[in-house]
Nanobody, 116 residues
Framework: VQLQASGGGLVQPGGSLRLSCAAS????????MGWYRQAPGNQRELVAG?????????TDSVKGRFTISRDGGKNTVTVYLVMNNLKPEDTASYYC?????????WGQGTLVTVSS
């Protein structure tokens, strides 16, 4: 399973970004997908997750501002993270993941910088 993330960049406080992560390869079912982030000097934290059936969960600091979704079909699934009202404390490298048959796969990080 290969994961390709995109969509990071520099944005001013209050701005928006959309991250995408495309999963491809030979698999039957992708279960949970989601996003973690890691800021310099901090531990990696779960930002948002979404199950195969669409159930979502968010860390408290992003509730009401971030929205996770997914779509796709056979052998290709994409997870999105729409981030609104971004704050400087959202600055981090964002990593997507996908779980297939109890194994977690990771995408490369995409950097989000929120600064004026």
């Amino acid at each position: 399973v290969q994961l390709q993330a995109s969509g990071g960049g520099l944005v001013q406080p209050g701005g928006s970004l959309r991250l995408s992560c495309a999963a491809s390869g030979s698999f039957f079912v992708i279960n949970d997908m989601g996003w973690y982030r890691q800021a310099p000097g901090n531990q990696r934290e779960l930002v948002a997750g979404i199950s195969r059936r669409g159930a979502t969960n968010y860390t408290d600091s992003v509730k009401g501002r971030f929205t996770i979704s997914r779509d796709g079909g056979k052998n290709t699934v994409t997870v999105y993270l729409v981030m609104n009202n971004l704050k400087p404390e959202d600055t981090a490298s964002y990593y997507c993941y996908a779980e297939v048959m109890a194994r977690r796969y990771w995408g490369q990080g995409t950097l989000v910088t929120v600064s004026s």
